[in-house]
């Protein structure tokens, strides 16, 4: 998510379609990500994601299946070398009703050349042979027919049962692939579930469920009201817990920008402000980037308060006009409980063209000048010592998404308040993807 990006939408919605305002927060919610763990459709209104243990439970069944799956594999993998070996009932059998028709076989051809020789003999009587010999070899033309015959009736039967060992072996067989194939294919959707009951818990370890907008952390903005180009200007921003208790990790983000005078400008958003932070934990200026855009509180007591300073940079190449610098702020607790601000803190001032640079033409005053909204900062003891902003006396906090009036052209609250919205909604979307597991930070 970046939060640039989203402001200049933002920008570009607000100058072309002034009733985008009214439902700036729903348009741009979609383009806050969602954890692994509640990408699935909503079972109902009140429908929640899945809670740490929950997902832990997860895991854990699906290895279950997973090792459940594994076993059936391997048994039909062994049922499957088992008709393989001789010593198998199945084998056995088929391979003694082979043995049966091999012998019955031989048995048949041993007696159809009895029959031959008997008949043979017969033929070959003598002439002269006596009534007795001539009855002997009937006799034995008639044995040997019976014991053949005898033996053709056990034919069918071996036939029968080695067809019938060998469709029982065959089938045992077939199966028992089949057995194999289902039980690979059970594998490998127990494979998947838990590869994705794991990376569910992964991100929501890594990440967590979305955190709600809550107005548990407040932030306030003060600064000069002129920022001349090419020069550095120090503006305050005061973090604090409005709860009825001590939050583990708060972080705030801060951003700042150059409003254009149109969106026709071929580049109607340009980065022409830097933005670094400092407070009485951390005495170096931190840079504010894309990749470290987290200002780090830390654990904040009930009603305590957090006091950063705010060092914007203005590029000398920046044109003069309207300037603003927004803040948000976030908590995350031990118990994966969290919220994001609802709305960000805005501070409006001038940027006056860089020394030697002809200015601008001052554009009339608008005739709608918004109200500042009053605010009080908590005094609560916290691990930042000072209790009272940092920065000019001539600063004007400013919150709840609500520009101080200067003096600027009419679209410059109405740009304003649509970019404030885009980066507490861009803002959110950030710390809901580098949220820290719970408890990492204590």
């Known amino acids: 998510m970046k939060i640039r990006r989203i402001l200049a939408t933002a920008v570009a919605a607000a100058v072309t379609t002034p009733v985008v305002l009214l439902s700036a927060a729903p348009a741009f ?35 279950k299946a997973h090792v459940a799956a ?21 084998v056995i059998a088929y391979k003694a009703a082979v043995k049966a028709i091999n012998k019955v076989g031989q048995d048949r051809e041993a007696a159809g050349e009895k029959l031959s020789e008997a008949e043979k003999a017969q033929r070959e009587l003598p002439e002269d042979a006596t009534p007795e010999q001539k009855e002997a ?4 033309v008639e044995l040997a027919k019976k014991a053949l015959a005898e033996i053709e009736v056990l034919v069918p039967g071996v036939v029968a049962d080695k067809e019938r060992t060998g469709t029982a072996l065959r089938n045992a067989i077939h199966e028992a692939e089949n057995a194999i194939d289902i039980a690979l294919s059970n594998e490998e959707v127990a494979i998947v579930a838990l590869e994705k009951a794991r990376a569910d818990l ?20 003060g600064g000069p009201k002129k920022v001349t180009a090419g020069t550095s200007a120090v503006f305050s921003l005061r973090v604090s817990n409005t709860s009825k208790k001590t939050l583990d990790q708060v ?28 407070s009485a934990d951390v005495l170096e200026w931190t840079p504010v980037t894309e990749d470290k855009d987290a200002i780090e509180v830390g654990k904040l007591v009930k009603g305590g308060h957090y ?17 603003v610098v927004f803040a948000i702020g976030a908590y995350e607790n031990e118990d994966r409980s969290c919220g994001i601000g ?33 605010t009080t900062g908590n005094t609560g003891t916290t ?16 919150t709840n998404g609500n520009l101080a009036a200067t003096g600027s052209n009419d679209a410059l609250p109405m740009i304003g308040l649509a970019a404030a919205g885009a980066v507490a909604l861009g803002a959110g979307a950030v710390f809901v993807v580098r949220r820290r597991k719970a408890g990492s930070q204590a």
């Open 29 to 63: 919610a979609d383009t806050k990500p969602s954890s692994a763990s509640t990408q699935k459709p909503a079972a109902g209104k009140d429908a929640k994601p899945p809670t740490h243990k929950e997902l832990q439970d997860a895991v854990t069944e699906a290895q």
């Open 70 to 90: 594994v076993a059936v594999l391997d048994k039909a993998k062994a049922d499957r070398k088992a008709l393989d070996k001789a010593d198998h009932p199945l």
């Open 137 to 140: 070899a009937a006799a034995a």
């Open 202 to 221: 992964a991100a929501f370890e890594a990440i967590g469920q979305e955190c709600a907008e809550s107005k548990t952390v407040k932030v306030v903005l």
């Open 251 to 278: 972080e705030a983000y801060a951003f700042a920008a150059a409003l254009p005078d149109s969106i026709e400008e071929e580049d109607f958003f340009k980065e022409y402000i830097t933005v670094e932070w400092s």
């Open 307 to 323: 006091d950063v300073k705010l060092r914007l940079t203005v590029d000398p190449k920046t044109p003069a006009g309207p300037g």
């Open 342 to 374: 609802q709305e960000p803190a805005t501070a409006q001032f001038d940027i006056l063209a860089a020394k030697g640079d002809k200015p601008k033409p001052t554009p009339s005053p608008s005739t709608t000048t918004p109200a500042p909204v009053p």
């Open 383 to 398: 691990g930042n010592t000072g209790t009272t902003q940092q920065g000019g006396s001539s600063s004007t906090p400013v």
